[in-house]
């Protein structure tokens, strides 16, 4: 068991720890200073060396970019100013006002297509596909998903009527 130490002992090992602390925080301050100093040195003589003049080159190439879009844009402007629409109408005709969208849900009867049938349904649904209403091309003639139809691409029989 260690002696048990008195009150001025205490007082005095107190003290002297402080003072070590106090010393050290100084140094370390010290030192703390001298690498900040280091630190910013560093950053600034990267910075003028290689960061700014990327960044500069950088600025430049974007400026040039949005420079030739905005030409871009402007003649694009005028192109579909005078442009005529490639939608079908026929065929938005077909989507949006096929009467058998237009029923209420109930349970579809099996069809069967012709080869024929088949390759224009496909034709249509492309077209569809390249305005973004194919889905609703497909649902408008009871066909629920695109993977019913992806298999008729391969069949020779509606080959021979896509061909023509």
């Known amino acids: 068991m260690p002696p048990k130490k008195k009150p001025d002992d205490v ?8 003072e ?5 925080k100084e140094e370390l301050e010290k030192v ?18 290689k960061l700014k003049p990327i ?6 190439a974007a400026s040039g970019v949005i420079e030739e879009f ?6 694009f402007r005028q192109y579909m100013k005078v442009r005529e629409p490639d939608v079908n109408v026929d065929l938005l005709e077909d989507i949006l006002h096929n009467p058998k969208a237009k029923k209420p849900k109930e349970p579809r009867q099996r069809v069967t297509r012709t080869p024929e049938q088949k390759a224009k349904l496909l034709k249509k649904y492309e077209q569809a596909k390249d305005i973004g ?7 408008s003639e009871g066909i629920k998903a695109a993977s019913q139809i992806a298999k008729w691409k391969d069949d020779p029989k509606v080959k021979k009527f896509l061909n023509s």
Request: proline letters at 0%.
């Open 11 to 18: 007082h005095q090992s107190v003290q002297e720890l402080l």
């Open 20 to 24: 070590i602390r106090a010393k050290h």
């Open 32 to 49: 703390d200073q001298h690498l900040g100093n280091r630190l910013e040195e560093a950053f600034e003589s990267i910075w003028t060396s």
């Open 55 to 60: 960044l500069d080159h950088l600025h430049e």
């Open 70 to 75: 905005s030409d871009f844009e402007n003649e």
């Open 133 to 139: 209403l194919g889905g609703i091309y497909l649902q």
